[in-house]
């Protein structure tokens, strides 16, 4: 894969289902090894433990006495004997009823999920030490065998083994551990507050809309009065406002949105819903996530059909950017070195850095992997990453540079990939590598790159190179010292700054700010300071390109013309400052 951003610097080159509803996934859906377990999943749980094992001795058991029967009691285990690396729970009801789940990684949605024992009526009896778990399908009488799987399970002491009942993944073992607390319609009033939309699942993949630069718009607003919950929502798309609705009362009730989230125990159902709809219902995926799904009707092949949307809203508060990205990275890894840092790089991650230089260029061509490989280019070797919904940020408090002594490539470079974020990062080519034909940061089609926090520094030839890319954001972050300008726009990419700083870059012949081909920029609450050229002009568009600035101060800049523009009207400054 040869960039495009070589083809047009003129650099010769010698040598990019519908939503099952099923309460079990593929044999695919699982968490990678190398993941951090968090969540409930989590609560009471131990180091994996296999059948040829002993029993953990007293100490490593949680505070939770051995108990003759099994009534009321919680087991869980983070990985099963095949080494699969699935979190498993089990719950066992004094009133006989059992509830039974496998933590996973929905792949159509990307999103952490449980795969559910599932069944009309799961019951649970125990004879010695057997425990028999009944799975009851279908709509015949409860007594009767018809539709009916039965699962034993072997118990030791705190020990409980038995195989997979859902997947057939193997032997698990789980452990005794203190019982969690268990979603309930208690829990609704953690839904009062204010909610904005973050992703849309349909078909396929989640969709996301957590930018400014987004077309879809959607805020949602939950309230209580008198121990009665109350919905006010609007969207719009484009700026236009195409749906609200305000004050609908919302009723609770057991039946869960979606059996597959943790939240499998209540929802809250609508009172009123758009014509079009046939119910909307609304629960907490987490403290923090509200999921809304919205089931309404439609044609297929001239046939009816019910078709089913869900959308998730993240908290719209202080915390909103650091728990979306969270979302969307549901799986947590932390690395060391460069190598780790490469074996990592995957989808649905979250990957933290520990402080330290890592450097590209000591990667060897045999480390390539699915989602961070190379093409040989002239002398130079082109890492691309292509791994969707990934994070890489800085360890707390701790500071990382990447770079690489390429200088002909991109210390990041990422191809087609949506949902990406860079926090708290250094990012630039290393200081002996001499003239550089490279961005710090290419992002070639995609869309959705958050960089917050980041500092990218020359000799690369920008800051940031976009082609066809959409929704990039920088926020509190730098970009100094690079050869031929900051920011490069090409085929409709769009890209907006806030509290950003530009500053000792040299401007060449495209200028500090460049767009070409219908491309959008954005950038307000900035300073622009001491970037220098004897003829080049600051902020050049071509091709129908905009650029707008608001609030920024520009100081101590040369250049030869402050603006141009192929199309009247299309650069404007507004309560900026030029000094």
Known sequence: MISKRLKKTGIIILTAAMLSMSACGGDDNRIPDAIEKSGDADAGS?????????????????????????????????????????????????????????????????????????GRDITWTEDGDKIVIRQKWGWADDDSEEDVDYHELTRNGDVITFEDMILDRGKITVRLADMPDLPSKDDAEKMVGKWKLIGSALEGEMESFYSELDYLDE??????????????????NGGDLSDEWKNVGMTLTDEPLYDQFNNGFWSAELDQVPIDDNWRKITLYDDDILTMVVSNYGVHEEEDYIFISYRFYVRDDENADKNTREFFCPQKVTVSNVHELVANIKPYTEITLKGGTYDITEIAPEERTEWFFHDTVVDALFWNITANKLSLKAAEGE??????????????????????????????????????????????????????????YGCGAFGIWSDEARAIEFKDSEIYGCSQ???????????????????????????????????????????????????????????YSAATFENCRFKGNTYGDKSYSDQPGKITFTACTFE
């Open 46 to 118: 131990k180091e994996p433990q296999t059948q040829d094992q002993a029993p953990a001795d007293k100490e490593d058991v949680p505070d939770t006495d051995s108990k003759e029967t099994a009534a009321g009691t919680y087991w869980a285990a983070e990985a099963v004997e095949s080494g699969d690396g699935i979190p498993a729970e089990l719950f066992l009801f004094e009133d006989g009823k059992a509830y039974y789940r496998e933590r996973t990684l929905d792949e159509y949605m990307g999103i952490l999920s449980y795969d559910v024992l599932a």
């Open 219 to 236: 805020k949602m607003e939950i309230t209580e009065k008198d121990g009665k919950y109350y919905s006010t929502f609007s969207e719009k």
């Open 399 to 456: 500071e990382v540079t990447i770079v690489t002594g390429e200088p002909y490539s991109a210390v990041l470079e990422y191809h087609d990939c949506r949902d990406i974020w860079l926090t708290d990062l250094t990012i630039g080519h290393k200081e002996d590598v001499g003239p550089c034909g490279a961005p710090v940061l290419e992002f070639d089609s995609g869309n959705h790159l958050t960089v917050s926090g980041c500092h990218l």
């Open 485 to 543: 300008g900051a920011v490069y726009l090409d085929e409709y990419a769009e890209m907006l700054f806030d509290k950003c700083s530009f500053h000792d870059n040299r401007m060449e012949e495209c200028g500090l700010f460049f767009g070409y081909s219908d491309s959008r920029l954005y950038v307000r609450n900035s300073e622009i300071v001491n970037n220098n050229s004897a003829f080049s002009t600051m902020v050049n568009m071509y091709g």
